[in-house]
């Protein structure tokens, strides 16, 4: 797995060694391929950057990143909603039918307990009766109250994530500079506890593309545009790179969109192991009332996944909220390093783009040092189906086992069609004979058909 990293930096840094051969040939031609058009006009991916009405860079759009799903104001990144989880319509349907299902593997093991209870014919057996009881009532009662402890906890996870957010708010991101060049935790003109400067908003994910094309020459994509028709509109957008400094912040700004669109994955995939976790929580409750000891294992599987699954977020979101308070001081200058101003201008914005992606990677990187990763996740969905299977089958077989024994203890027939008393009769027989009593019968362990009649 180490290699395969290295091989992927080594891959990152040839990558990045063609596309500096594929910028205009000199500045003046970026500066002149950048007139040909407003870039507005040509922009084919939804992007909500506003031009400025005099010739500066184009400034977010706050009224749009503000209602983003994944980082807007109460967006998805901080908080778990009713209406994606338990209150969606078709899930709120299915865990009624979930609910019927696991009442229905129940009943066999209520009918089971009444068979026992009918038949015990002593005190030990009762006391098997009165466990299995206590296990059925248990389980019931977790069937009945398993949506509303979904409530609760789905409730006390928001609870973590607003306070984590009432922190942000007390306590912002740094103003962190490099050589007066602001380090952007947080967009201009943005609130303090705007996480938007580390994740890109779904909506400015279009424009990142859009500023990654001008690094590539006109040339290569007029002719890319000529075999790909679809991909005309981006010819004007080509080559408007000035300076390697902005061929670095283009780069790093396509990163952090990069980062953001996977940790959107994260949050989607995290939406549907919730809603899968919700429906399977009645059948994993209504294993614990199942007979064979398996029931106990399927809850733990599921509550170890539930809980991960949900409370990743919180951490997620406490990591992103901390870690820029904790990165070190960045150099402030490079004064005495034999660099000329483009060198110091790369190294600068280099710096500037660096703590924002590293703190996104940690983000991204945070479900795996929780054993909550995708692939984890998904493995832990997979085996709480399985147990779920398993316990109910055990429960079969348990159940199986359990009628038969009651059957073979009352009387066993050998193949010469005589009776051999159980084993309830022979300690019978043996306390009496230790009491003193003695008893009719010859103390012959086998009786024949007309023995028994006479």
């Known amino acids: 797995m180490k290699h395969k990293r290295f091989y992927f930096l080594g891959f990152s840094a040839l990558t990045l060694l063609l596309f500096s051969l594929l910028l205009p040939a000199s500045v003046a031609k970026a500066a002149n391929a950048s007139q040909l058009a407003s870039p507005q006009q040509y922009w084919i991916f939804p992007c909500s950057d506003v031009l400025s009405a005099t010739g500066g860079p184009p400034r977010a759009s706050e009224n749009i990143i503000s209602k983003d799903w994944l980082s807007g104001n109460g967006g998805h990144l901080a908080y778990t909603y009713a209406a994606d989880t338990y209150a969606f319509p078709q899930v709120s349907t299915l865990f009624g039918y979930m609910e019927g299902l696991a009442f229905l593997l129940i009943t066999p093991s209520i009918l089971l307990l009444g068979y026992q209870i009918m038949l015990g014919a ?235 992606i590293l703190a996104l990677c940690v983000v991204l990187m945070t479900p795996t040092y929780v054993g909550a990763s995708i692939t984890k996740a998904l493995g832990a969905a997979g085996s709480v189906a399985r147990e779920v299977v398993v316990a109910v089958g055990t429960g079969v077989q348990t159940g199986k086992r359990s009628v038969g024994r009651k059957k073979e203890k009352g009387s066993e027939e050998n193949g010469e069609g005589q009776f051999i008393p159980g084993t309830k009769w022979a300690l019978t027989r043996k306390s009496k004979a230790r009491n003193g009593f003695s008893t009719a019968k010859p103390s012959s362990s086998v009786y024949t058909m007309g023995d028994s009649l006479q």
Not at 124 to 131: M, N, P, T, W
């Open 122 to 356: 002593s005190t030990f057996r009762y006391v098997g009766a009165l466990e299995g009881l206590s296990r059925v009532l248990l389980g019931g009662g977790a069937v009945v109250a398993s949506f509303t402890l979904v409530q609760i906890l789905i409730h006390f996870e928001n609870s973590l994530t607003a306070g984590i957010v009432l922190l942000h708010s007390e306590q912002p991101y740094p103003i962190v500079t490099i050589s007066r060049i602001p380090v952007l935790y947080v967009l201009r003109g943005e609130p303090a506890a705007s996480y938007r400067g580390i994740v890109v908003p779904m909506s400015r994910w279009g424009c990142a593309v859009h500023d990654f094309v001008g690094i590539f020459s006109p040339v290569l994509v007029t002719n890319l545009a000529s075999n790909i028709p679809l991909i005309s509109n981006f010819v004007p957008l080509a080559g408007t790179v000035t300076t390697m400094a902005d061929l670095v912040h283009r780069l790093g700004e396509m990163g952090l969109a990069v980062l953001s669109m996977l940790l959107w994955v994260q949050v989607f995939i995290r939406i549907l192991l919730l809603n899968y976790y919700i429906l399977v929580t009645p059948l994993a409750f209504a294993c614990w009332a199942l007979p064979g000891g398996v029931g106990p294992n399927v809850v733990r599987l599921w509550g170890r996944g539930f809980l991960s699954v949900l409370f990743v977020q919180a951490i997620q979101l406490f990591v992103l909220t901390t870690l820029p308070l904790l990165l070190p001081l960045l150099p402030q200058s490079f004064a005495g390093i034999n660099t000329n101003f483009e060198s110091a201008g790369i190294l600068q914005g280099l710096l500037v783009q660096f703590p924002p």
